[in-house]
């Protein structure tokens, strides 16, 4: 015969009780530390050196207003912590959480083991014989059955007495005690200052970045010439170099001269107000440098800047101009002393010979710069043309590249915008047919 | 350690060997007790017959001195009647009676089949 069936017999729970036993070793200790701050044990002050910056001072000579020179300095922060020591309690408590229920458990089962094996001497030993398994094997006996119920409820009842025990064993606290400091305040102050070498770079206010400049002895000098616009600070290793008031007002008044030098102005009344205005205040502010030597200029602003609140915007006519009706009366009255035309011989002339001289020019219509300022270039040359808002010939239309012809005077260079040329006061302008 | 625990928990729901003999009733108290006609037929056995006597002789069980001549070959052929349970007064279902005999001709043999 052979053997080709499987039996449906049923097992002991074993693997329920060996899960039982194994949940007795999972429990944990609740572990916890409590900072507890003590009596302040002392005071003290704590010198420390931290990361300073780079600061510089300006100067500018009234004999050459038109250099700045720059005095870098690198400093330290010293600075002073006052630091209060406190003693700190670190106490750390420890608490088995489980551990009463554990001793309660264990202590229950083993009881209950204890029982039942102890009864298992009064049961029966007698098999039961109303059972015959698949192995031909009868029931076990009563007493039998009590001793097996007395080893699995002592396998559970002795790990969770262990357990119990080690966690009532381990629970409890300890308490260190640490010392501990406390910034309570600071005080920075400058120090370590020396001069420092290094490139620096000028920051305009237009946005653009000049340089490096180089340093000798922590100085460098700054030419107001090259500058195309109003100088904002110093960048040295990509960081601003502090300035302090008298330096920051020192940079102002270099602008306002530069600007100055920078932009020529033959006639203040060619300028619109706006133009002026910022004109008078960069005079205004080169005071503080050249003193007196700009004293004219600002005095001949400020003029045309009161006639303008009193009457209007620009527009003054040059003497007599007003009453003109034609062109060949503006010849008569302003007879042109040079002739500004290709192939004239009057074009080799120096500005200066031309300055408050009358001319005729005759060219082309360049381009507008203002409404009251025109273009006109001949030969290889241009002048800046002053028309007066009131005068009769103005309503005339001058478009671009007409052919026109000017008498005017000459009232030296002036700048607009970016371009800088002669201005030519126009008593009369008309196209050239 | 844990082997130890499983042995003690066996022992625990096992009694001692039944003797031959017990064992060869026990097979009969079973077919007996369903008299399925599967094995009334396997069997040569008619509806008056007198069941336990007739196997018990024929197998030779009816005596205390009784031997297999392979215990374990039988048991494995007895197990399709305890599927229903164990307890000695237990019918087993015909299904399971049935299986018995395709899993182990020998068996009606055995019992004195025709």
């Known amino acids: 015969m052979t053997p080709s069936f499987e039996p449906r017999a049923r097992r002991p729970n074993a693997a329920l009780m060996l899960a039982l036993v194994s949940l007795c070793g999972c429990a944990t200790m609740e572990d916890t530390t409590r900072v507890e701050r003590g009596p302040k044990l002392r005071e003290f002050e704590r010198p420390r050196i931290v990361e300073g910056g780079v600061t510089a001072t300006i100067t500018v000579d009234p004999a050459t207003p038109s250099k700045l020179t720059l005095a870098l300095s690198g400093y330290d922060t010293c600075r002073t912590e006052r630091v209060e020591e406190f003693a700190e309690e670190h106490i750390r408590e420890r608490r088995g959480a489980g551990a009463g229920a554990s001793i309660s458990a264990g202590v229950l089962f083993t009881v209950a083991s204890a029982a039942a094996f102890g009864a298992s001497y009064v049961l029966s030993q007698e098999p039961d014989r109303s059972h015959l398994d698949g192995a031909g094997r009868y029931g076990p006996s009563e007493a039998v059955q009590a001793r097996g119920w007395s080893v699995g409820l002592l396998c559970l009842g002795v790990p969770a007495l262990a357990v119990g025990f080690v966690q009532w064993l381990r629970t409890g606290e300890s308490t260190e005690v640490v010392k501990v400091e406390q910034v309570a305040g600071q005080r920075d102050e400058v120090c370590n200052v020396r001069p420092i070498d290094g490139p620096v770079h000028l920051r305009m206010e237009d946005g653009s970045v000049l340089g490096p400049l180089p340093t000798a002895g922590g100085l460098v000098a700054v030419e107001a010439k090259p500058l195309k616009a109003p100088l904002d600070g110093f960048v040295f290793y990509e960081r601003d170099v502090a300035l302090d008031d008298g330096s920051r007002s020192l940079l102002i008044a270099f602008n306002g001269c530069a600007k100055l030098v920078r932009e020529s102005v033959a006639d203040a009344t060619a300028l619109t107000t706006g133009a002026l205005l910022k004109r008078v205040e960069a005079a205004r502010a080169c005071r503080q440098v050249r003193g007196d030597a700009v004293q004219a200029e600002l005095g001949r602003l400020e003029d045309e800047l009161g006639r303008r609140r009193e009457g209007g915007e620009a527009g003054t006519f040059l003497p007599g101009a007003k009453q003109l009706k034609s062109f060949e009366e503006a010849v008569q009255a302003y007879p042109p002393r040079f002739t500004l035309v290709d192939g004239s011989a009057d074009l080799a002339k120096g500005l200066d010979a031309l300055t408050g001289q009358s001319v005729l020019v005759r060219g082309h219509v360049q381009a507008g710069l203002s409404p009251n300022i025109g273009v006109v270039s001949y030969a290889d040359r241009e002048v800046f043309v002053f028309l007066p808002p009131d005068a009769p010939w103005v309503s005339q239309d001058f478009p671009l590249g007409a052919a026109v012809e000017v008498v005017g005077v000459v009232s030296g260079l002036q700048t607009v915008g970016e371009r800088t040329a002669p201005l030519v006061r126009a008593v009369w302008m008309r196209k050239v047919p | ?114």
């Open chain 2, 1 to 114: 350690m844990r082997g130890v625990l499983l042995l003690v928990l066996a022992c625990a729901c096992q009694g001692p060997p039944a003797t031959d003999a017990e064992v060869c009733r026990d097979v009969v108290r079973r077919l007996c007790n369903s008299r399925c006609p599967v094995a009334d037929a396997k069997l040569g056995l008619t509806a008056d017959s007198d069941c336990t006597g007739q196997l018990t002789t024929r197998s030779g069980c009816d005596s205390d001195d009784f031997r297999f001549e392979n215990r374990a070959n039988f048991l494995s052929c007895r197990l399709p009647l305890i599927r229903t349970g164990d307890h000695i007064d237990q019918a087993p279902s015909c299904d399971d009676v049935d299986d018995m005999f395709r899993g182990c001709p020998s068996m009606a043999k055995f019992y004195g089949g025709p």
